[in-house]
């Protein structure tokens, strides 16, 4: 993110330009894009200004709206959206910080699959949801979508993974990146279920 803010001139510019790539077809009052992108008024005025002025969005009366016929919609597509929005590090120790962190799966937008049922599974003990929730809150507003996202701890996690649980099956057994994984939850343990 931060190489893209600087190429770009701006993180709040990619954040922006994120949730309306993301969110084509959809339209955003000003607080909205302020409040999911986590931007400051005085920035966000700045940004959907310029980026009204280049034609990658419209104002209408009430809200802004992807501007489809934007000329270079595919390129920064694939700038902004097709390459990797967060590397595997920082999502790590964002929710490392959440109690004792054991597993950590993305799939969905993390891996650019559409079809996922969630973006990412959380396992642990003594996790501080709230932690968690904040933590999913920022990510979204980088990333410019809103995230799925499952958590469990680990005995919850152990007894449904035992139990096939769809939820859980539907998750491991489709395409998915193993982030985090402590020795007690080897990768082994999670196929063969």
């Not at 709040?12 to 986590?38: W, Y």
């Not at 400051?40 to 980026?51: C, F, G, N, V, Y």
């Not at 934007?70 to 097709?82: C, G, P, Q, R, S």
Request: glycine fraction near 4%.
């Amino acid at each position: 993110m931060e190489i893209l803010g600087k190429i770009l001139g701006s993180p709040a510019r990619v954040k922006i330009m994120r949730l309306f790539l993301l969110n084509p077809g959809k339209a955003f009052s000003t607080q909205e894009i302020g409040k999911r992108s986590r931007v400051s008024q005085d920035t966000l005025r700045r940004e959907l200004k310029l980026l009204s002025l280049v034609g990658f969005i419209k104002k209408r009366p009430k809200d802004w709206i992807f501007n489809s016929a934007f000329k270079y919609a595919v390129e920064i597509e694939d700038l902004l959206i097709n390459s990797d929005s967060v590397d595997n590090s920082s999502l790590v120790e964002v929710f490392k910080k959440s109690g004792k962190v054991k597993l950590i799966i993305a799939a969905g937008v993390f891996i650019k699959n559409k079809d996922s049922r969630v973006d990412l599974l959380i396992v642990g003990d003594r996790l501080k949801r709230a932690k968690i929730e904040e933590s999913v809150h920022k990510l979204e507003s980088e990333i410019g979508t809103e995230l799925v996202y499952a958590v469990f701890d680990t005995k919850e996690f152990a007894y449904r993974l035992n139990m096939y649980d769809k939820l859980v099956r539907d998750i491991l057994d489709f395409p998915n990146e193993v982030i985090f994984q402590a020795k007690e939850l080897s990768t082994q343990s999670l196929k063969k279920a």
